[in-house]
């Protein structure tokens, strides 16, 4: 079977993990968080008390930071200097830290053998911002997911809420548009479609839906390959 790669690429909230989680486990292929490694990478820098606008301060604790993915039982686990931290940096307080430090090249190339690496060896679907821009480039696939702001945000609200976070709407809304704000308009890698990317607009599907179009959409990308 020749190995396939698969990029899907989206604002925050906009379903990719859940939908490529759940595509990975259907076609039987690796999936790649790309988005949890630069969470681990702020949730260090949080813990080392470094400010999330000190550039030199993460550029210069990058040398202590050794993120990779662990597959047990088929679940992903991020592993940040050995200790498992999945779910420790799914907070609003370490996506915005993770916002931050991945504007900054330093931390970008840091990841950037790490996620070509793990496509190399097998068939992914990478998830991320830059994944059919920059990161995988020959991807047999490209999908940008995207959905209107207010409509992620509704999602991610109720999602932190049966987590037992304290959020309010309005605070994941702004939370969600100032990160569309930093992906988009910063100079390296900037959130974009690459040009033959596929959009998958899901403001109005709800995820069933979004995994059958994205399915029907992989499998014609992948018909003749
Ligand atoms: O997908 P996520 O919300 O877990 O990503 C966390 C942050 O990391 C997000 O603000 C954008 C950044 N990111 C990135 O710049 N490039 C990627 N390939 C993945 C995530």
Do not use: W
Request: net charge negative; aromatic share 6%.
């Amino acid at each position: 079977m020749k190995k396939i790669n698969i990029a899907i690429d989206g604002p925050s909230g906009a379903g990719k993990s859940t939908l490529a989680k759940q595509l990975a486990a259907d076609f039987g292929y690796i999936y790649v968080d790309t988005g949890a490694m630069y969470r681990s990478i702020g949730l260090y820098v949080c813990r080392k008390n470094i400010a999330a606008d000190d550039k030199a301060g993460i550029i210069g604790c990058l040398d202590g930071i050794e993120v990779d993915l662990k597959y047990i039982e088929g679940t992903q686990h991020v592993m940040l200097n050995g200790e498992d931290v999945s779910d420790k940096i799914r907070t609003e307080e370490i996506s915005k830290y993770a916002s931050a430090v991945s504007a900054i090249p330093e931390v970008r190339s840091f990841l950037l053998d790490l996620q070509r690496n793990l496509a190399a060896r097998s068939s992914v679907i990478m998830d991320g911002r830059d994944i059919g821009t920059v990161i995988l480039p020959d991807a047999e696939v490209k999908i940008f997911l995207t959905a209107s702001d207010c409509k992620r945000a509704e999602r991610r609200y109720k999602e932190l809420i049966e987590k037992g976070q304290k959020v309010t709407f309005e605070g994941v809304l702004e939370n969600i548009r100032q990160r569309d704000k930093n992906d988009s308009e910063r100079a390296l890698a900037p959130l974009k479609p690459a040009d033959d990317a596929v959009i998958v607009d899901t403001s109005d599907l709800d995820l069933r839906q979004s995994f059958e179009l994205m399915k029907k959409v992989i499998m014609e990308k992948t018909a003749n390959v």
